[in-house]
């Protein structure tokens, strides 16, 4: 669990990240980046774009993995949990076929 939390907790801060290197482009557009064209602006744009979306996709597919990861492990334990009681069950049936309680009277 402490994987998928880690994971969630990566992209949660990339978003952020994200937004941050955004706002800055912005203010410079704003502030008087008059050294700066308005194409290379969109370039910088876009190269965050691409770099966020990389790290975007990473970050879920370990997600993905780790979510998987403990699919896997929940369900063996439940297949653990499901033969111990099949296991109870034969154990019942024998004590109930072996030892009877003795009816009163007979």
Same mark, same amino acid.
Do not use: C
């Given at each position: 669990?402490?994987?998928?939390?880690?994971? $969630?907790? /990566? $992209?949660?801060? $990339?978003? %952020?990240?994200? =937004? *941050?290197?955004? @706002? #800055?482009?912005?203010?410079?557009?704003?502030? =008087? =980046?008059?050294? #700066?064209?308005?194409?290379?602006?969109?370039? *910088?744009? &876009? +190269?965050?774009? +691409?770099?966020?979306? @990389?790290?975007?996709?990473? @970050?879920? +597919?370990?997600?993905? =993995?780790?979510? #998987?990861?403990?699919? !896997?492990?929940?369900?063996?334990?439940? %297949? !653990?949990? *499901?033969?111990?009681? /099949?296991?109870? &069950?034969? $154990?019942? +049936?024998?004590?109930?076929? #072996?030892? !009877?309680?003795?009816? &009163? /009277?007979?």
């Amino acid at each position: 669990m402490d994987h998928i939390e880690q994971a $969630l907790s /990566g $992209l949660r801060e $990339l978003i %952020d990240h994200y =937004g *941050k290197e955004i @706002r #800055t482009i912005s203010e410079e557009v704003l502030n =008087g =980046g008059w050294d #700066t064209s308005p194409e290379q602006f969109q370039g *910088k744009v &876009a +190269d965050i774009q +691409d770099r966020i979306h @990389r790290e975007a996709v990473e @970050r879920y +597919d370990q997600l993905v =993995g780790a979510g #998987t990861d403990l699919e !896997r492990e929940y369900l063996r334990r439940i %297949d !653990r949990i *499901k033969e111990v009681l /099949g296991r109870a &069950a034969v $154990l019942r +049936d024998v004590i109930n076929t #072996t030892v !009877r309680p003795v009816m &009163a /009277g007979s």
